[in-house]
């Protein structure tokens, strides 16, 4: 009978019972793995199974993370009896057909297990190895397979990093010498797959629990094994304080429980993670658990157990580094370095080997020649500290950035990404084609992003290309390949009807660049203009808000939850959809890249998404419709246009294009033309 290999869908739980029980057999070689894991996978169509006679004899599980764009390999299972015939060859070349559009596969295998044969027989290469967290400290190999779409921007991709705090129950699950219940759903945080997602930490509070361990040879063990997480230190002061309000929470919404040396040991986990500016707690402690809800509303803590945090790494490592939200208002300043304060500045930036104080400080002052017109901007928090510095010149048709620097910040990667989009439209604005940031102490976090965004190491830089084209796939890659050539750097080919989600990577690196033949859908998005000015400040607010802080990254809008053909990655065009059409009151003002779609409960939905939004939770409520669900639509990259585009011309450009067209389009969320879309993007940046 042929082995068939099938995606294993949500309702079909005795096929993925089949592929637990499987995987159940080699824990030893895989890591351990708890059955809601395969269930979450296959939500996600993360796993397939090879079936012979109705029986699971190997299985793929594996990641599609939403802001890379590379299959992440978990498991790949074949079982013993099976082996030698093909079958994880079979399983590979299925994820291959399945996901196409993606650039590759990522995979970790231990070196000790000798499989580099059988990876090297699938066709994966060689990527860097990395120690593990084990008990052995075993070396990690990295597997790459490329899936034939080369580019300028892949090498510089790295996992995201999540930072969990542990308590000393989840520790000792880890670490301790004895057995302890149900330890295995703590010891899936340190799978050989989760090592580059996830870094574990804990704080005071787990020493002192250590420190009061009875047996010698347990203690002595536990504290030795604390070198292996990371070691966080809060002000404690600031954790008095929070604890204290923490406590007041708890009394006021959990009455029944007692004021002891319990709850406060409790709490002072949470207060301890929230100093020290992370969000997320990890504990299968009944007590903590039951503080979740006071965790999250006065301290901005998810107290989760190890089983969510291997389930939602992507969502949470989202909502802690990243957090746009933060920067509107008031609390962040933007303004230029005043000559003579350059001295003043060294404190708060990190300098290392030639680049300490005074030769950091020297650099500055020479960016003030009277020949080149540079511009220092530095970003101050709410209480006038510097948290950002970088500064800037356009050379002929170059934005060059001598210096990009963020200061030890709990919005540091927010700022760092900010600021990377903030030189991208600046460059546009100025008409560069390229940008050139030759800081060469450029912070890891700021290179990471810039990895995200596009930009490539070249000549010890980190360059970007900016194609401001909108057209077809032949003359973005005209424009990228004449830009690339001045480089002597090779240019990524394109072509027609391209993936969906290989034209978002390519519009995301060459931003503002818009691959109009390929398969990105567009779709024109109805908003009141309550919430056009909140998110956009369009129409403006009487008051105006910083633009250079605004929240143009990424951003979060909600409606009903009525399905109108949303996909993912798609772009959107904005329409204010309030307002008197025949004062041109009515008009599509920008234009943004949709990253994701979701259906859920209002409370659920606002949970995932405050860090990114304007919204309250009673507004989310709002959106809901009768079924009781909201729609999210978390967005980002948006650009509002110099010329908003009129209902009467948006209705006359559709009509010059002889596409169809009528009012109950404006209705709700609708699905739109590619070419409607090149047509009023085009409208909205014209000129004259």
Same mark, same amino acid.
């Given at each position: 009978?042929?082995?068939?290999?099938?995606?294993?869908?949500?309702?079909?739980?005795?096929?993925?019972?089949?592929?637990?029980?499987?995987?159940?057999?080699?824990?030893?070689?895989?890591?351990?793995?708890?059955?809601?894991?395969?269930?979450?996978?296959?939500?996600?169509?993360?796993?397939?199974?090879?079936?012979?006679?109705?029986?699971?004899?190997?299985?793929?599980?594996?990641?599609?993370?939403?802001?890379?764009?590379?299959?992440?390999?978990?498991?790949?299972?074949?079982?013993?009896?099976?082996?030698?015939?093909?079958?994880?060859?079979?399983?590979?070349?299925?994820?291959?057909?399945?996901?196409?559009? +993606?650039?590759?596969?990522?995979?970790?295998?231990?070196?000790?297990?000798?499989?580099?044969?059988?990876?090297?027989?699938?066709?994966?290469?060689?990527?860097?190895?990395?120690?593990?967290?084990?008990?052995?400290?075993?070396?990690?190999?990295?597997?790459?397979?490329?899936?034939?779409?080369?580019?300028?921007?892949?090498?510089?991709?790295?996992?995201?990093?999540?930072?969990?705090?542990?308590?000393?129950?989840?520790?000792?699950?880890?670490?301790?010498? $004895?057995?302890?219940?149900?330890?295995?759903?703590?010891?899936?945080?340190?799978?050989?797959?989760?090592?580059?997602?996830?870094?574990?930490?804990? #704080?005071?509070?787990?020493?002192?629990?250590?420190?009061?361990?009875?047996? #010698?040879?347990?203690?002595?063990?536990?504290?030795? *094994?604390?070198?292996?997480?990371?070691?966080?230190?809060?002000?404690?002061?600031?954790?008095?304080?929070?604890?204290?309000?923490?406590?007041?929470?708890?009394?006021?919404?959990?009455?029944?429980?007692?004021?002891?040396?319990?709850?406060?040991?409790?709490?002072?986990?949470?207060?301890?993670?929230?100093?020290?500016?992370?969000?997320?707690?990890?504990?299968?402690?009944?007590?903590?658990?039951?503080?979740?809800?006071?965790?999250?509303?006065?301290?901005?803590?998810?107290?989760?157990?190890?089983?969510?945090?291997?389930?939602?790494?992507?969502?949470? +490592?989202?909502?802690? /580094?990243?957090?746009?939200?933060?920067?509107?208002?008031?609390?962040?300043?933007?303004?230029?370095?005043? @000559?003579?304060?350059?001295?003043?500045?060294?404190?708060?930036?990190?300098?290392?080997?030639?680049?300490?104080?005074?030769?950091?400080?020297?650099?500055?002052?020479?960016?003030?020649?009277?020949?080149?017109?540079?511009?220092?901007?530095?970003?101050?928090?709410?209480?006038?500290?510097?948290?950002?510095?970088?500064?800037?010149?356009?050379?002929? +048709?170059?934005?060059?950035?001598?210096?990009?620097?963020?200061?030890?910040?709990?919005?540091?990667?927010?700022?760092?990404?900010?600021?990377?989009?903030?030189?991208?439209?600046?460059?546009?604005?100025?008409?560069?084609?390229?940008?050139?940031?030759?800081?060469?102490?450029?912070?890891?976090?700021?290179?990471?992003?810039?990895?995200?965004?596009?930009?490539?190491?070249?000549?010890?830089?980190?360059?970007?290309?900016?194609?401001?084209?909108?057209?077809? *796939?032949?003359?973005?890659?005209?424009?990228?390949?004449?830009?690339?050539?001045?480089?002597?750097?090779?240019? #990524?080919?394109?072509?027609?009807?391209?993936?969906?989600?290989?034209?978002?990577?390519?519009?995301?690196?060459?931003?503002?660049?818009?691959?109009?033949?390929?398969?990105?859908?567009?779709?024109?998005?109805?908003? =009141?203009?309550?919430?056009? #000015?909140?998110?956009?400040?369009?129409? $403006?607010?009487?008051?105006?808000?910083?633009? /250079?802080?605004?929240?143009?990254?990424?951003?979060?809008?909600?409606?009903?939850?009525?399905?109108?053909?949303?996909?993912? @990655?798609?772009?959107?065009?904005?329409?204010?959809?309030?307002?008197? $059409?025949?004062?041109?009151?009515?008009?599509?003002?920008?234009?943004?890249?949709?990253?994701?779609?979701?259906?859920?409960? @209002?409370?659920?939905?606002?949970?995932?998404?405050?860090?990114?939004?304007?919204?309250?939770?009673?507004?989310?409520?709002?959106?809901?419709?009768?079924?009781?669900?909201?729609?999210?639509?978390?967005?980002?990259?948006?650009?509002?246009? @110099?010329?908003?585009?009129?209902?009467?011309?948006?209705?006359?450009?559709?009509?010059?294009?002889?596409?169809?067209?009528?009012?109950?389009?404006?209705?709700?969320?609708?699905?739109?033309?590619?070419?409607?879309?090149?047509?009023?993007? =085009?409208?909205?940046?014209?000129?004259?």
């Amino acid at each position: 009978m042929a082995v068939k290999v099938l995606p294993a869908l949500p309702a079909q739980v005795e096929l993925i019972d089949k592929a637990v029980a499987l995987g159940d057999r080699y824990t030893k070689t895989l890591g351990l793995l708890t059955p809601p894991a395969y269930r979450q996978a296959a939500e996600n169509g993360g796993l397939l199974v090879a079936v012979e006679a109705d029986e699971v004899i190997g299985y793929a599980l594996f990641g599609l993370p939403k802001r890379s764009a590379h299959i992440r390999l978990a498991h790949l299972c074949v079982a013993e009896e099976q082996r030698g015939r093909g079958i994880a060859r079979l399983l590979v070349e299925a994820i291959k057909q399945r996901y196409p559009q +993606r650039l590759g596969i990522k995979a970790k295998c231990r070196r000790d297990y000798e499989l580099s044969d059988m990876w090297e027989s699938l066709g994966f290469v060689p990527n860097g190895e990395v120690r593990g967290r084990g008990r052995d400290g075993e070396i990690l190999d990295g597997w790459w397979l490329d899936l034939g779409h080369p580019d300028l921007f892949t090498e510089v991709e790295s996992d995201a990093l999540l930072v969990v705090t542990v308590d000393h129950g989840v520790f000792a699950d880890l670490r301790g010498l $004895a057995e302890t219940a149900d330890a295995e759903e703590s010891r899936a945080l340190e799978a050989g797959w989760m090592t580059d997602l996830v870094e574990l930490a804990y #704080t005071p509070q787990l020493v002192h629990q250590v420190r009061d361990v009875g047996d #010698t040879a347990e203690r002595q063990h536990q504290r030795a *094994a604390l070198h292996g997480l990371r070691q966080l230190t809060p002000a404690s002061e600031a954790v008095a304080e929070r604890t204290a309000e923490l406590l007041k929470a708890a009394a006021e919404s959990l009455a029944d429980l007692p004021v002891d040396a319990t709850l406060r040991r409790c709490l002072h986990y949470v207060a301890e993670t929230s100093c020290a500016g992370l969000q997320v707690l990890a504990t299968r402690n009944p007590l903590l658990s039951r503080l979740a809800d006071v965790a999250w509303e006065v301290a901005r803590v998810r107290v989760v157990s190890p089983s969510t945090v291997t389930l939602h790494v992507d969502e949470l +490592r989202q909502a802690q /580094v990243y957090r746009p939200a933060d920067l509107m208002g008031t609390e962040f300043r933007s303004s230029e370095v005043a @000559p003579g304060a350059e001295d003043e500045l060294v404190a708060f930036f990190n300098q290392s080997g030639d680049d300490d104080g005074s030769a950091f400080a020297e650099r500055l002052r020479s960016l003030t020649d009277d020949t080149v017109a540079w511009r220092r901007e530095l970003l101050r928090d709410g209480q006038g500290h510097p948290v950002a510095l970088y500064a800037w010149a356009l050379d002929g +048709r170059t934005l060059i950035v001598p210096v990009l620097r963020t200061a030890d910040h709990p919005l540091e990667e927010t700022l760092a990404r900010q600021i990377l989009f903030l030189l991208k439209r600046q460059g546009r604005d100025c008409g560069a084609e390229t940008i050139r940031i030759s800081d060469p102490y450029l912070p890891a976090v700021a290179k990471a992003a810039a990895g995200d965004d596009g930009f490539f190491e070249h000549d010890g830089k980190f360059v970007a290309l900016l194609v401001d084209v909108c057209g077809r *796939a032949a003359e973005v890659e005209a424009v990228a390949g004449g830009l690339a050539r001045e480089l002597t750097v090779e240019a #990524t080919a394109l072509h027609a009807q391209m993936p969906a989600e290989v034209a978002a990577v390519v519009e995301r690196a060459w931003w503002p660049a818009k691959v109009i033949d390929s398969e990105l859908p567009s779709f024109l998005v109805p908003i =009141k203009p309550r919430w056009s #000015t909140e998110l956009f400040n369009v129409p $403006a607010m009487l008051l105006l808000r910083s633009h /250079v802080l605004g929240i143009s990254r990424e951003h979060v809008y909600y409606r009903s939850s009525g399905r109108r053909g949303e996909s993912v @990655p798609a772009r959107l065009l904005w329409y204010v959809s309030d307002g008197d $059409a025949h004062m041109d009151g009515q008009m599509v003002v920008g234009s943004s890249r949709l990253d994701e779609v979701l259906i859920d409960t @209002p409370d659920t939905l606002f949970s995932k998404f405050e860090h990114l939004g304007v919204y309250g939770r009673a507004e989310v409520q709002e959106a809901a419709d009768a079924s009781g669900h909201a729609m999210a639509l978390r967005f980002s990259d948006t650009e509002i246009f @110099p010329k908003p585009v009129t209902l009467r011309r948006l209705s006359l450009l559709a009509t010059e294009l002889g596409l169809p067209w009528s009012s109950n389009m404006l209705i709700s969320l609708s699905k739109i033309s590619n070419k409607l879309f090149q047509a009023v993007y =085009k409208e909205g940046h014209r000129k004259t």
